[in-house]
Structures are given as structure tokens and as C-alpha cells.
């Protein structure tokens, strides 16, 4: 029951939202198949501070930038892509 | 030429049987828009607000007839009952020419319910997780969020008077959820 | 004498009236404000159920939401309830109440003789007994014989409310420690939750003989309640009757909330979710049973019970009681009991007990009997007697000395009632000294406070929650000092391999606990699933730290060593109509309905829930099955015209000036050179290469597209339109609008759909040379705006004419009157499921699956000649992707043409033995009316080949064999001139 801070709609119940991945840069076509299939499969899963993308798909349809610690699940900060803001949004 | 009839979504709602603290509408606006336009470009602004007489609000409404629901940092809804859609869109595309904007007429697209009187909070609070506090959400303030696990466009005219724009082909679903959740008022 | 266990005065019950209920059939009566265990005991009766297991005889062993044994079949008028907690179900007039677990009658259970097998019977007996032949075998009898109520035959119909809420405080429990923390967080302007699971506030103060700030506790309680709810200025909510059931992440906490009196068919519970900026738990503590031989008897109860019985319902359990405690607070319990008239003496188990502890007890007149135990229990309804002897005994023959008593106390210490500070995440720590687990570290902005921190007096308990509270100045004060708690570990008798019980709703003895050990199942996660122990609806409140007691003596460890398995929510049982609240049936998840559905039904539609949209699949005239009435739709498209809604086709608007760009990015064919008023049929791939959506892409204007995506997908690629913009290409100007339900459109398909066009009154052009096919234009149609576009998903001449939603029924009956002279039909999905299989169009998600990459369709063309890097690229060029053995799609031709291929059928080679290895399976595969014969597509490894080759392929489908033949995945009309005819 996660209440996320949506950085443009404001504090939000998680049934709202839809994980959206870690952020990864995508290699350019000539990346190596070795490359693409980490870029495609691999999940970092850290355990603690972890960035990740959702999408407020049940509010402004905005994708932003979240840093959660998966152990306790408290949320770091949200910030929208391209911004990358230190302090909470 | 013989205009084709038009029928609204309310046609196909089964009356309402309400208890009197909370009184729950079907409504037709005739324009419904979907604008788009960055809120930092001056001709944007200026545009939107020639024809709709408001400025494009941030988290919150704007005007009356029309009104504007922020909806997304760079989308509003437009809603009117007195402007048709289609006038008001091509109205609205002219006066933002040479601007990256775009604007689509929804007016069919979405039903809009009202839900007025002293348990109309506590009512919309049974389907939603939104914090629906008079302090927070009182008169002006409007939300993108969910209603019966739908995307709702909801907002507040007064502090007992609410209403809701969902997506029209879910008309009755919403309705069966707002009349069901009422008779717990009864 | 009616209620001959009830006082004359005392308690909190309204004396003046009388409510009568039943019991096994016997009638009753109590009082408003009594429990449906007060209003049992006040009657003396005894004997309240039977043991899951053992059947054995059972009373109640307490008086809150710890009890174990009473559950009972409840039924009040037409609502039934099949495990009623007896403890926690207020009185109310005319219930009627049976025990569970027991045939034919209570008193002579037909399986008690369970009891007996017992030495059969262990923990685990059933992993290791009824294994051979088969589980299945042994599985009727044995659900018969365990389990508590039977399921009511009608399911609950009515509506449960649920609400969610904000406070900065959140105060689980109003006894002395969270009414404190209450009043000092209203009085610095918090808004404050208060809940308490129990009708009256005040906690202990309710039974106990305390005074706060100069008055009675329950007293102070009350006032106090009344003075937060009037609180000026103050956002203060206090709910009584409301149990905290579940803690979960961010302070989010799961209240249900009992109803007086609820609406006419709502249930009689309210769900709350409520978030808290901070919460105080002041849940308070639980007292444990110590175990002993036969503890389980009904007249055994623990000694708080006894007196919660007596203060709070003017209830006197016993007349001769014997106390067993190894804890200085089964002396406070004493005293009450004795006070109200009862004789008490006290075995306590330590053998150096604190003088004045026994100087007290001497002068009310308490015998105390130190070092001594519990060896037994005589009576087998009730108890009638114990037999006390050395409390360090391990000798099984040892008797006793015989004491006549009708009640036995039990007080084997205090447990902080840590289940939601558990769940919360908090981790828990061993109290050696008083012999509990106590609440060590928070994980989320909570504290616990009072007995449920450990802090077991009455001083300590209104400090703590006055400080957790925020409060300034001097908290709520106990008029006089408790005496200290010490407490022993001193969980049952020593003697082993006599069963003792520790979990008595789930009849786990020591012997069970002992078993595990000696069988390895040391840890308490095993511990927990050998035995059952704590597994029960009561979730082992009274039993869980008695059992870690035991393993810890069995296993040389302390009961902080051997650890608690983890708490889950809920604490207590909560109604499964209050979690679903209205979201069921109908208002489960939205059905969406097209624009004309009232028109489809004149017309006779079968409709069906295709996703989330409730669509006609055919429309059967009179007499006719839904197999003919999509035959005759079929060649009614194919030989005339039809008629179709397709509303529910995706329409999103994309615009901007980077619109060619960013859709051209997005999809996998080449849509920059597309021509402003120009469609495009496009796959959508995901990023790994599989096709993800196809649908047609129209070019509006240079700087606007309008995508179609197909009726299931369309929410998905907007999200996917949003994610690829946002997360990767932010810097491209477009803006993207779903109008998709704004829209009605209608589909005129066939080779007389000219014919019915050139009726239609339109200033858009019809003529091919201005709307060939894969064009659309803008104008109006019949007056109103629309928009008319050529394409086929039946492979014949088609127009698209959509029109503003609410003109849809008006243009629908319209084309129908125009059409009238071409025979004009109306065909649902089903119809144009055989439609398209005929020319193999194929339909995402069931002609292709998750790997199905475009090039295993045969759509290479994109593959071959588009560079740049759209979504999806370069995951076509992977050695996964060139593998020459992939599912490919083909069509196959039926050897014999008896009935269609089965869908699902699998395509088989045979291997060494004839074993059977599957190369693929059937698609989607129909009788065509059309060709008179059956038609199918199928993915098949390699299936290119095989179509070249002209392979003869076997199929298997549930021991059934057919035959077909591969061939090119389109049956009909393969160069496509019926879209022009």
C-alpha cells in the first residue's frame, strides 16, 4: 500500500501507477547481442536504494523517476524524467 | 439534408433511486476537448485564453462555462454547456495556429455524473483512495485519479457538489457503482 | 434461576432489560452490553464446543479476541454466520447459536472417540498416514471430520461499505496508554484517529481496580472519550467496535469498523483503510495459559478472563477457584475473584515468591501455595478438581494431592500484543526478565506504548502514551503505584510425553512440540508447519510464546533464541464481504458498452465480453443456432453487404510537428513517407522483437496521424505511446489524444457496399479515384461530421463511416433502411473471425504468441528496407531471431473435410518409440461457408518450408488424429481483388 508522490499529481495510493522498469540507456543498433540482451533481460534488483520508472497511468499519465529502498520501502525521491533533482518533488 | 438524431449515453441509464442526502446526475455537456500545449509558451497561453476566457490552470480548474480541469502538466479538458464541441475545437485550433498544441473534440467520448449533497464525499470515498477532505478538495480543486479502479477526471463546484467526466463506454458501470454505493445512505 | 453465574450488581450491562437467545437449542437470557460468551458463562454454561482434532470438550479460556474454543454457527434471522467468535459478538435478542465440530449433539459427539487414537494421532500423522494409496482417498472423510462451522448454503448478498481516510495520528487501542496518547495528541492540534476493537473504551481499566487522575479508571476512560469527541477546533475521530486488522507499508492501516446499525442490505461491517502520518499501538497485552495434563477442560480459563468476566459483565465464573500463576499479576486476578465473593487459593509455580505478595493475599484471606503446579484436572464437562503436586516434577505417575474447586485460573504471564507492530515490520527482541517478547525496533513512524511496549503498570502504560502522543505537561496520573510484574518462564509441567496443550484451537499438546524436536523440526518456521501450531483463525494468540517455550526446553535454546515466526495480517478473522466491498459482480470490473448496444439487441445480437468490451458475436434470427447465424452473416459480407460496429477500434491522435518522426520510431513499417489522407495496415513491436499490436496508421495531416489500434490494445499502446515518448524521446514535439470512444464507427462491407454507399448523403467523395482503398477523408455525413475511411478486415470492399458517438444508433438504423434493397446484414465478431481466418488476417495474441517475432508472419518486407532504429529493430537481428527452426505462420487444408482442425490441435513428428514431439499448434481455424471446407492457421516450426514443400502434417488433439495439409495462410481471394470489386 505504497502512497507515491506523484511529482505532478501529489501523493498517490500505488493502485494508480504502473512499474515501468529501471531506467537503462538503450544501446545504439550496433551494440553487440551480448549488449541488447542485457539491456532487454537484465534487472540490477538492488536491495536498498533502487531507481526506478512509473507510469501514473490512473492520474496524469506521466512517466517519472522514483528511488525506493526495496528493503523498507520508504520513497527516496520522484522527480520527473530529464530532471534530475536531488531533493524530493 | 435530414440531420441524423443523436442519443445521449443517459439514454441508456436506468433511473436513479437515491436517498436525499446524496442526489446523483447523468449530464450532456455539449463540448467536451481534450487540449494539449505547453503552459510555458506565451502564444499557447494567450490563445487558450481568447477563446476560453481562462488561463490553462496548474492542479486545479479554471473559468466556467468553459471550464478547465487540469488533467496532465501539458493537458486540460475543456468542458462547456453551452458551446458545441465542434465549433469550439475549430475555434480553439485557429487561435492556435503556428503553436505545438493539438485539441480534439471528446464531447461524445466522455459521460460526466454529478453527485451532490452532504454524503456525496463518503460516497465517491467508497470507490476511490483519493483523499477527498473538504480542507484539501474543496471548491476550484480537481484530480485525475481512480473511481471503481476507472480513470475519472473528478472535481469540486462546491463543498457538497462533485462531478465526475469517465470514459463514456463505462457509463453504465459507473452508474451502477455510483447508485449501488448510495443506498448505503438510504 | 436465570443466569444463576450473574451478580447483582457489577459490570457494565443494562439490568433493566432482557434479550433471550438460544444455545444448542436452549433458550437464555442476558442483558444489552454483554458478549455471547458473557451471556454463556452468566448461564453457566460450560461446555461451549468441541476441539478441532480430538473432538475434545471445550469451554471458553478467555474473554477477548484471544480465545480459542468458542466459535460458534450463528443465525439471526436470515443472516448465518459459521464461526461466530462468541467473545467478540455483542448480545442482540433472538440469537440463535449451535457449536461447531460436533455430531449428533455436544455432549455426545460421535467423533470424541478421536481422543482416544490419540498416540495415532500426532503432529503430521496425515504426511505420514494417508499417503498410500492416494491423499484423494482419505480426503472427504477427513475434512468431515476437522474444521469448525459449515458454509452457509446462499452466499452474502449484501453491500459492505469501505472508506479510506488521513490522520497525523493514529492510536491503535483505547485503553490507558492510547487514550493518553489521544488526548495529548488532540490537545497540540493533531488530527487524531482513536480505535478500539472493543464496544467500551478503557481497556484493563474496565475489570481492573485502578484509579486515573482521582477517578475510577473506566470512569476517567469514559470522560476522557467524551472530551476528545468534543474537542473545538480539533479533527478527532474515535471509533469503538473497530478492530485494527492489518498493518501494511507506509503507515497504511486496515480498520474494521462493527455496525449497529447498518442500511437496508448493507452488511454489518465498514473496511476502513486509513493513513497515518505516525501511529501509536497501545494494543495491550495478552495472557498466556500454562500447560499442563487436561488444561484444555472446560472450567480451565485464564485468570484475567475470569476477572474481565466479573468487572466488565458482572459474571462470576467460579465459586471455588484454584489460581495457577507463575507471574505476579495472577494475584491481582485473585484478589477481584475473592473480593466478589469467590474462594481462591493460589498455586504459584516459583518456589520464592515475594513476601508481600503472599502478606496480601494472607490478609484477604488467600491460601498461596508456592513451588507447587497443576499435575491434572478431574471432570471431563467441567472441572470439578485438580491435583496440585511440585511444580519441578518430571515423574508422569505422580498424582497429587486432590483440591475440589469448580473453576481453575490460569495466569502463565503477559505477551505484548505485537502483531502489528510485527506487521509493520518491526522487529521484536526477548525480555528475559518478564518473560515476553517485546517490540526492539520500529520499521515504520510507529511506537508502541503500554503493555503492548512491555510496560505492564498502570503508571508506566499512561506516561508512555502520553509521550508518544506529543504531549507537554504531566501526563494522566495512577492514583496509586502497581506493584512490580516479575514473571517466570514456566511454560507447563516438566513431564514429558503427556500431552499438555499449548494451542487449543488446533489441539497442539506439548507432546506434538516434543515430537518435533525429536524429529529435527527445531526451527520455528517448521516448528509452525509440523504441528499447526498457531495455524489456526485464532492464529495462536495464546498459544505461539508457550510453544516457542517448549521447543526452547526441548532444544536447549531461550525463546528469543528459537524466534517468532513472522505476523501476518489480519489479526483477527474480518468478513470476506468487507475486503471485496462493492467491488464484485457486476461492479467488479467495468464492462464496456458500445455506443448502439441497445440497437444490437433490437437486432437480435448474442453479445459476449471480448476484453473489456461487451460485443455482439453474431445476431441469430428466430430458430437459428449461433453455428448458422455466423454462416449465413458470412456469405451474407461475401455475396452482399454487412454491416458492422466496430466502435471499439482504437482511435488515437497524434500530433505535433515531430509526429511523422515519432511514430515512424514507433512502429515497425515505414510511415514518414505516408500521404496525408493515406492509411497504412503497421505492426507495433515490443522492444524484444515480438509483435505486440497491428492495426492501421492514417496520416491526417503532415503534422497529424491517427492511430487504430485493435480494441484490446489500444489502452496498452497508449501507455506504450507515453512511456517510448517520455522515457526516451522527450525532446520530440507530439501530443497524444485518445478519442477512441468519441467515435461511433460503423463498417459497410461487401461487394454491394458501393451500392449502399452512393445512397448515403455525403459531401465526401466515394469515388475510388478520390477514396481508393488504404484512404480516408473528413466531411459530414447525413448532417453530422464524419469521417469515411477504405479498409477491409473481411477482404471485400469496405467503407469505415464514423460519426460522433451519439449520431452512432441514428446512422446504424440509417445504413439498415438504405441497405434494405442489397439485403443488408448485420455480422458480429464471430462472423468476422471466419471472415478473416478465410484470408488470413491474422488476430494479435491468438495468431501470434509471445515470441512471435513479424518476419515469423512473413511481414519482412520493413525487416529488409527500414534503417532507422524504431522499437523493436534490433531484436529481429538476434541469433534467436535467425534460428531457421522457428514457429512460423501457415495455413493448413483438412484432408478430409468432416469438421474444422480442433484450435489448439497440435501439429506432431514422431520420434524413436513413436514418441510424439509437437512442432506447433492450430491458431485459429473455422467451417468456411465460403469455400464449403474447413479453414485454419497454425504456428509450426520451420512452417515455411513445409508450405513449399507441400507437407502432409499430423495432428493430435486429446487422442484425436487428423490430417492437413500446409499451405499459403490465405484461403480466399489471395491477390486481393474483391477490395476493389
Known amino acids: 500500500m505504497l502512497l507515491i508522490p506523484c511529482p505532478f499529481c501529489g501523493p498517490r495510493d500505488e493502485s494508480e501507477f504502473h512499474y515501468a522498469g529501471e531506467p537503462k540507456p538503450r544501446p545504439a543498433f550496433a551494440a553487440d547481442d551480448a549488449t541488447w540482451g542485457a539491456y532487454l533481460f537484465d534487472k540490477a534488483n538492488e536491495k536498498g536504494p533502487h531507481r526506478e520508472l512509473w507510469h501514473h497511468v490512473g492520474g496524469c499519465r506521466r512517466l517519472f523517476l522514483m528511488t525506493r529502498d526495496t528493503v523498507t520501502h520508504r520513497i527516496l525521491e520522484t522527480h520527473a524524467p530529464g530532471q534530475h533533482g536531488e531533493g524530493q518533488s | 439534408m435530414p440531420e441524423l438524431a443523436a442519443r445521449g449515453f443517459a439514454a441508456d441509464l436506468p433511473p436513479a433511486i437515491t436517498p436525499t442526502s446524496v442526489r446523483l446526475r447523468a449530464l450532456t455537456p455539449s463540448a467536451q476537448l481534450w487540449l494539449s500545449g505547453d503552459p510555458t509558451d506565451a502564444g499557447f497561453v494567450a490563445g487558450v485564453d481568447r477563446v476560453l476566457g481562462a488561463l490553462p490552470p496548474v492542479g486545479e480548474t479554471a473559468g466556467q462555462d468553459p471550464l478547465l480541469l487540469w488533467q496532465a502538466p501539458d493537458r486540460w479538458l475543456v ?67 481512480l473511481f471503481a479502479g476507472l480513470r475519472v477526471s473528478l472535481y469540486c463546484l462546491e463543498p457538497d457538489r462533485l462531478r465526475l467526466h469517465g470514459e463514456v463506454a463505462s457509463a453504465r458501470f459507473l452508474w451502477d457503482w455510483l447508485t449501488t454505493a448510495a443506498s448505503a445512505y438510504a | 434461576m436465570s443466569q444463576p453465574r450473574r451478580l447483582p450488581s457489577g459490570g457494565f450491562i443494562d439490568r433493566s432489560k432482557t434479550l433471550s437467545f438460544t444455545f444448542e437449542g436452549r433458550r437464555y437470557e442476558g442483558h444489552p452490553g454483554d458478549s455471547v460468551a458473557s451471556a454463556l458463562l452468566a448461564n453457566g454454561v460450560r461446555l461451549v464446543g468441541r476441539s478441532f482434532k480430538y473432538h475434545r470438550p471445550r469451554g471458553l479460556l478467555a474473554a477477548g479476541v484471544e480465545e480459542p474454543n468458542a466459535i460458534l454457527d450463528l443465525q ?471 510453544g516457542l517455550g517448549v521447543m526452547g526446553e526441548e532444544t536447549g535454546r531461550t525463546p528469543g533464541e528459537v524466534g ?56 441469430p434470427l428466430a430458430g437459428e443456432s449461433e453455428a448458422e447465424a455466423i454462416q449465413r452473416e458470412v456469405l451474407a459480407v461475401r455475396r452482399n453487404v454487412g454491416l458492422m460496429d466496430g466502435s471499439s477500434l482504437g482511435k488515437i491522435e497524434v500530433t505535433g510537428p515531430d509526429a511523422a518522426e515519432f511514430v515512424n520510431r514507433l512502429y515497425y513499417n515505414e510511415l514518414k513517407t505516408l500521404k496525408p489522407g493515406r492509411l497504412r495496415y503497421c505492426l507495433l513491436l515490443a522492444e524484444k522483437g515480438t509483435v505486440f499490436d497491428d492495426g492501421v496508421v492514417a496520416r491526417m495531416a503532415p503534422d497529424r496521424y491517427l492511430l487504430s489500434p485493435s480494441s484490446s490494445h489500444t489502452d496498452g499502446v497508449m501507455a506504450m505511446l507515453e512511456e517510448w515518448h517520455e522515457g526516451e ?145 534490433r531484436s529481429l537481428f538476434t541469433p534467436e531471431a535467425r534460428r531457421d527452426d522457428r514457429k512460423q505462420l501457415i495455413g493448413l487444408a483438412a484432408e478430409d473435410a468432416a469438421s474444422p482442425l480442433p484450435n489448439g490441435a497440435h501439429l506432431v513428428e514422431r520420434g524413436p518409440h513413436n514418441r510424439l514431439r509437437s512442432l506447433g499448434f492450430v491458431t485459429s481455424s473455422f467451417a468456411s461457408p465460403t469455400l464449403g471446407r474447413p479453414v485454419a492457421l497454425a504456428l509450426v516450426e520451420r512452417g515455411r518450408a513445409l508450405v513449399e514443400a507441400h507437407a502432409r502434417l499430423e495432428l493430435y488433439h486429446l487422442g484425436q488424429r487428423r490430417f492437413a495439409r500446409a499451405v499459403e495462410p490465405c484461403f480466399y481471394d489471395p491477390k486481393g481483388v474483391r477490395l476493389n470489386a
Open chain 3, 564 to 619: 517468532t515466526t513472522t505476523f501476518r495480517p489480519p489479526y483477527t478473522p474480518l468478513t470476506l464481504g468487507a475486503i471485496a466491498g462493492l467491488n464484485r459482480d457486476s461492479r467488479l470490473q467495468t464492462r464496456r458498452y458500445l455506443p448502439l448496444h441497445t440497437a444490437h439487441l433490437a437486432a437480435g445480437a448474442a453479445c459476449r465480453d471480448y476484453g473489456l468490451w461487451y460485443r455482439p458475436g453474431c445476431y
Open chain 2, 79 to 145: 468542458v462547456s454547456e453551452t458551446r458545441r464541441g465542434g465549433e469550439l475545437a475549430a475555434t480553439l485550433r485557429q487561435a492556435l495556429t503556428g503553436v505545438h498544441a493539438a485539441v480534439s473534440d471528446t464531447t461524445d467520448g466522455q459521460a460526466l455524473f454529478e453527485i451532490a449533497g452532504p454524503d456525496a464525499r463518503r460516497l465517491l470515498g467508497q470507490g476511490s483512495t483519493f483523499d477527498l477532505d473538504p480542507l484539501r478538495f474543496g471548491p476550484g480543486r480537481g484530480a485525475v485519479t
Open chain 3, 729 to 873: 524521446w522527450p525532446d520530440l514535439k507530439v501530443y497524444f489524444h485518445n478519442v477512441t470512444q468519441a467515435w461511433a464507427t460503423l463498417a459497410v462491407s461487401g461487394p454491394r457496399a458501393r451500392e449502399v454507399m452512393a445512397k448515403l448523403s455525403t459531401d465526401i467523395d466515394l469515388s475510388d479515384a478520390a477514396l481508393p482503398h488504404m484512404a480516408l477523408a473528413d466531411g459530414r455525413v447525413e448532417g453530422v461530421a464524419a469521417r469515411i475511411a477504405r479498409v477491409s478486415f473481411t477482404g471485400e470492399r469496405s467503407y469505415e463511416i464514423s460519426v460522433p458517438t451519439s449520431h452512432g444508433a441514428a446512422l446504424w438504423d440509417h445504413l439498415l433502411a438504405l441497405g434494405r434493397f442489397a439485403s443488408i446484414t448485420p455480422y458480429g465478431i464471430e462472423s468476422l473471425m471466419t471472415l478473416r481466418t478465410e484470408k488470413g488476417y491474422i488476430l494479435i495474441g491468438r495468431d501470434t504468441d509471445g515470441v512471435t517475432l513479424p518476419q515469423d508472419l512473413g511481414v519482412t518486407g520493413p525487416l529488409r528496407n527500414k534503417t532507422i532504429d524504431y522499437v523493436g529493430r
Open chain 3, 76 to 546: 439471526l434471522g436470515a443472516h448465518h454466520d459459521p464461526n461466530a467468535r462468541a467473545t467478540m459478538v455483542p448480545l442482540v435478542e433472538g440469537l440463535e447459536l449451535t457449536a461447531v465440530n460436533a455430531s449428533p449433539s455436544l455432549r455426545r459427539d460421535k467423533r470424541a472417540i478421536f481422543d482416544r487414537f490419540a498416540r495415532y494421532l500426532p503432529a503430521g500423522f496425515y504426511y505420514k498416514t494417508f499417503i498410500r494409496p492416494k491423499w484423494e482417498t482419505f480426503e472427504g472423510t477427513i475434512r468431515q471430520a476437522a474444521g469448525l462451522g459449515r458454509n452457509s448454503a446462499t452466499s452474502d448478498r449484501r453491500f459492505y461499505e469501505q472508506q479510506g481516510a488521513r490522520c497525523d495520528l493514529l492510536v491503535v487501542g483505547a485503553g490507558p496508554a492510547g487514550i493518553a496518547a489521544a488526548l495529548a495528541g488532540a490537545a497540540n492540534g493533531q488530527s487524531v484517529w482513536l480505535v478500539e476493537q472493543e464496544a467500551l473504551p478503557g481497556g484493563q481499566l474496565l475489570w481492573r481496580d485502578e484509579q486515573v487522575d482521582g477517578q475510577p479508571g473506566h470512569a476517567w476512560a469514559k470522560a476522557a472519550i467524551e472530551r476528545l469527541r468534543a474537542l473545538p477546533n480539533v479533527n478527532v475521530t474515535v471509533k469503538l467496535a473497530t478492530q485494527a486488522a492489518a498493518y501494511y507499508d507506509h503507515n497504511t492501516l486496515a480498520l474494521t469498523e462493527r455496525l449497529a446499525a447498518p442500511a437496508v442490505g448493507w452488511g454489518p461491517e465498514r473496511l476502513w483503510l486509513v493513513r497515518a502520518g505516525r501511529v501509536v499501538l497501545a494494543t495491550g497485552a495478552l495472557e498466556r495459559p500454562i500447560a499442563f495434563p487436561d488444561n484444555d477442560r472446560p472450567g480451565v480459563m485464564l485468570a484475567a478472563a475470569a476477572a474481565t468476566y466479573l468487572g466488565r459483565w458482572g459474571v462470576l465464573p467460579g465459586k471455588h477457584i484454584v489460581l495457577l500463576t507463575n507471574n505476579d499479576d495472577g494475584y491481582a486476578s485473585a484478589l477481584l475473584l475473592h473480593r466478589a465473593g469467590a474462594q481462591v487459593g493460589i498455586v504459584d509455580v516459583r518456589p520464592q515468591v515475594d513476601g508481600a505478595l503472599i502478606k496480601a493475599a494472607a490478609v484477604a484471606g488467600i491460601d498461596v501455595l508456592p513451588g507447587r503446579a497443576l499435575l491434572g484436572v478431574e471432570g471431563e464437562f467441567s472441572v470439578t478438581g485438580v491435583r496440585i503436586g511440585a511444580a519441578d516434577t518430571s515423574d508422569a505417575k505422580e498424582k497429587g494431592q486432590g483440591f475440589a474447586c469448580d473453576l481453575v485460573a490460569v495466569s502463565g504471564g503477559w505477551s505484548p500484543a505485537a502483531h502489528l507492530f510485527s506487521q509493520s515490520g518491526g522487529k521484536l527482541a526477548w525480555d528475559a526478565e518478564l518473560a515476553c517478547f517485546r517490540p526492539a525496533r520500529s520499521a515504520q513512524e510507529e511506537v508502541s506504548v503500554g503493555a503492548a511496549n512491555g510496560a505492564f503498570t498502570l503508571a508506566a502504560a499512561l506516561v508512555e502514551g502520553h509521550a508518544a502522543g506529543g504531549g507537554e505537561g504531566p501526563a494522566p496520573v495512577a492514583s496509586q503505584a502497581d506493584p512490580t510484574y516479575r514473571a517466570a518462564p514456566y511454560w507447563r509441567l516438566p513431564v514429558r510425553g503427556v500431552r499438555q496443550w499449548i494451542d487449543f484451537q488446533h489441539d497442539v499438546t506439548t507432546k506434538d512440540v516434543e515430537l518435533a524436536a525429536r524429529e529435527s523440526y527445531v526451527s520455528v518456521e517448521h516448528l509452525k508447519r509440523y504441528t499447526t501450531l498457531g495455524m489456526a483463525t485464532d492464529q495462536g494468540k495464546t498459544a505461539n510464546v508457550v
